[in-house]
T-cell receptor, first 111, second 116 residues
Framework: GEDVEQSLFLSVREGDSSVINCTYT??????LYWYKQEPGAGLQLLTY?????DMKQDQRLTVLLNKKDKHLSLRIADTQTGDSAIYFC???????????FGQGTTLQVKP | GAVVSQHPSWVICKSGTSVKIECRSL??????MFWYRQFPKQSLMLMAT?????????EQGVEKDKFLINHASLTLSTLTVTSAHPEDSSFYIC????????????FGPGTRLTVL
């Protein structure tokens, strides 16, 4: 069945790079997404990548996709305290728009 | 950018009452809206997919008679929790696909429901 896995926690120092990893099982994914959730808030779309791409960069964010290994990563350069949040990866399987979410990775940024 | 709003942002109700939550796309038309439920420190669980003008499609295990969904227009979907009980207390989040760009799904800020 469909499954998306993430590590639960990551702690980094301010100014370092953060790398959040995600694995998925369904090879028919069309798009893969990264969302950010701050306490008590909804989800903010950070970036997404089409399944036939390997990499996408958007300012401090770099997404890498290894389709063979079904592995997705989000790299945040020069991590700031304001980046502290829960990060969810999600895969979209078909044209219905339905998303399957990972458990979320809590990023803690220490000053 | 695309904005999705939810109302109310939080609600406290007595057991046995019904609660309606609204989800609106403010600056785009949404042919499809989604309703999720999130428990503390957990991921989002898709409850149902709502298409404008048609019946919602519910995920397995979600009671359609308890969670009534109406998608009356291209900018509004509502979720009504009927005869709410304490176990229905949760964070409910809606999202919407932009009709003009279905690649992306935008999320509302969520509604915190507490049933006493």
């Amino acid at each position: 069945g469909e499954d998306v896995e993430q590590s639960l926690f990551l702690s980094v120092r301010e100014g370092d790079s953060s790398v959040i990893n995600c694995t998925y099982t369904d090879s028919s994914s069309t798009y893969l997404y990264w969302y950010k959730q701050e306490p008590g808030a909804g989800l903010q779309l950070l970036t997404y990548i089409f399944s036939n791409m390997d990499m996408k960069q958007d300012q401090r964010l770099t997404v890498l996709l290894n389709k063979k290994d079904k592995h997705l990563s989000l790299r945040i350069a020069d991590t700031q305290t304001g980046d502290s949040a829960i990060y969810f990866c999600a895969e979209r399987l078909d044209n219905t728009g339905k998303l399957i979410f990972g458990q979320g990775t809590t990023l803690q940024v220490k000053p | 950018g695309a904005v999705v709003s939810q109302h109310p942002s939080w609600v406290i109700c007595k057991s046995g009452t019904s609660v309606k939550i609204e989800c609106r796309s403010l600056d785009f038309q949404a042919t499809t809206m989604f309703w999720y439920r999130q428990f503390p420190k957990q991921s989002l669980m898709l409850m149902a997919t709502s298409n404008e003008g048609s019946k919602a499609t519910y995920e397995q295990g979600v009671e359609k008679d308890k969670f009534l969904i109406n998608h009356a227009s291209l900018t509004l979907s509502t979720l009504t929790v009927t005869s709410a009980h304490p176990e229905d207390s949760s964070f409910y989040i809606c999202s919407a696909n932009d009709r003009g760009n279905t690649d992306t799904q935008y999320f509302g800020p969520g509604t915190r429901l507490t049933v006493l």
